[in-house]
């Protein structure tokens, strides 16, 4: 978005201790916080990247958030996939512009804004939620961020009694009992099209697994993604004490044509 703040806006103010506060700009507004209090006004019209003072004195950048910070500070209905994860289901399922894409269990809408920078305005992302209010509230917050004109359908049903759509590139699992969803999904989708499951636990990934050696897919991987942050200040560098390990195995397979 190449242009100054508007009232409307999402922003994201940050102070000298990294703490993140999301503000949505309106005129006549003030964000409040123990560190004092900071005029819309104050931002309205300005480039994003400045530095501006509370009424105590302290500094706060402010910028227009990435996905990821987006992600983590967005209202939740349900436990998001973190940025950690987002960025390897892109590549291990190879969404592509222009991808027909499944995801199941959309949860507060995390992965479905990610497929969606992923597949552009010429591909079409489906959800599967069961919870009315999770679908509602991932509507909001996709639609906060990346606007309304997206080619995205939302629909409140259960992945486990089957799946309508064909023909589809990609199938995104995020759901208790994947394996349940195998077979639809096998029906869904393309020769060669990508099967993904994001699982907290390796007892599920264990009868996904299962299930997956009986079926029509093959190539099979599981693999989880592991973060850790380093500080760096001047010559003391070392490792965090603190890192974001387990979150969840991505299990990703493909669907063969059986051989003659």
Request: cysteine-free; glycine content about 10%.
């Amino acid at each position: 978005m190449r242009r100054p703040f508007a009232a409307g806006d999402r922003v994201l103010l940050v102070d000298s201790k990294r703490r993140r506060h999301l503000v949505t700009l309106a005129e006549g507004g003030s964000f409040h916080s123990h560190a004092g209090v900071v005029a819309h006004d104050a931002l309205i019209g300005r480039d994003e990247g400045l530095t501006v003072r509370t009424t105590l004195g302290t500094k706060l950048i402010a910028v227009r958030p990435t996905l990821a910070e987006y992600v983590l500070k967005m209202p939740r209905g349900a436990q998001v996939i973190y940025p950690k994860d987002l960025g390897p289901i892109l590549v291990l399922a190879d969404v592509f512009p222009g991808a027909r894409v499944l995801e199941t269990g959309i949860g507060s809408g995390a992965l479905t804004m990610t497929l969606l920078r992923a597949i552009g305005p010429t591909g079409h992302v489906t959800g599967y939620e069961i919870r009315g209010d999770f679908a509602d509230r991932a509507r909001r917050n996709i639609e906060g961020f990346l606007g309304s004109d997206l080619p995205l359908d939302i629909q409140v049903r259960d992945a486990y009694e089957g799946i309508d759509a064909s023909d589809l590139d990609r199938v995104l699992l995020d759901l208790p009992e994947p394996w349940r969803a195998v077979k639809h999904a096998e029906a869904a989708l393309r020769p060669g099209g990508i099967l993904l499951a994001y699982l907290p636990t390796i007892g599920q990934v264990a009868r996904l697994r299962e299930e997956l050696a009986s079926s029509a897919f093959g190539m099979t991987e599981t693999l989880e993604v592991l973060q850790r942050h380093w500080h760096v200040d001047g010559q003391s560098v070392r490792p965090d004490h603190r890192m974001v390990a387990h979150t969840g195995f991505l299990t990703h397979t493909r669907l063969l044509v059986p051989g003659e």
